[in-house]
Nanobody, 124 residues
Framework: QVQLVESGGGLVQAGGSLRLSCAAS????????MGWFRQAPGKEREFVAA????????SYADSVKARFIISRDNAKNTVYLQMNSLKPEDTAVYYC?????????????????WGQGTQVTVSS
């Protein structure tokens, strides 16, 4: 059974940084891509970033490009999202997810497994 557990969310002032972590278990971590999504109140879940199984390929939403960095440590079965220069509009619940492919994918429908989410709140 695949399990994804996020951590690292919290309250931060605009311009600050946070690092989210997602610990995975239940299958060979490096064989699958990983992604981060977020959902703000009243809005649809949106893609944030994704990374291939090897870590060699990444993709970012335009809204976070140059501010967020996705990375993974396959030895620790963990994916990270380093969030810098945070803005109030980054406030959302952030979800870690994994598809049944090693390749980067940006569509929520392409993801099979989801974590429970972690709240990120950016104050102005």
């Amino acid at each position: 059974q695949v399990q994804l557990v996020e951590s690292g969310g919290g309250l931060v002032q605009a311009g600050g940084s946070l690092r989210l972590s997602c610990a995975a278990s239940g299958r060979t971590f490096g064989n699958y891509a990983m992604g981060w999504f977020r959902q703000a109140p009243g809005k649809e879940r949106e893609f944030v970033a994704a990374i291939s199984g090897s870590g060699m390929s990444t993709s970012y939403a335009d809204s976070v490009k140059a501010r967020f960095i996705i990375s993974r440590d396959n030895a620790k079965n963990t994916v990270y999202l380093q969030m810098n220069s945070l803005k109030p509009e980054d406030t959302a619940v952030y979800y870690c997810a994994s598809p049944n492919t090693i390749l980067v994918t940006t569509l929520p429908s392409g993801y099979t497994y989801w974590g429970q989410g972690t709240q990120v709140t950016v104050s102005s």
